[in-house]
């Protein structure tokens, strides 16, 4: 029993790498067919457009930040 239940588990721990090295399922995504026709300047444009309205939505810090500050 127990060595099958060490059998299982190292073949769950391989089977994970394996996944997370991108060896699972391909990509079937229509994304990234998408993204690599797109104009390069549009695709830049667009990215910081992105991360401009993405900054509106930090809020503006009310103290200076201290980084040798020791707790609160």
Known sequence: ????????AAAVLFAGQ???????RPDTSGGS???KGEDPQKRMA?????AK???K??????????PWKIGK
């Not at 029993?1 to 299982?8: E, G, N, P, Q, T």
């Not at 667009?46 to 992105?50: L, N, T, V, Y």
């Open 18 to 24: 394996a996944h997370a090295q991108g060896r699972g």
């Open 57 to 66: 939505n930090v809020p503006d810090s009310k103290e200076k930040y201290d």
């Open 33 to 35: 067919q998408q993204a």
């Open 1 to 8: 029993m127990r060595f099958v239940l060490i059998a299982v």
């Open 53 to 55: 309205a993405a900054m």
């Open 46 to 50: 667009r990215e910081e457009a992105a």
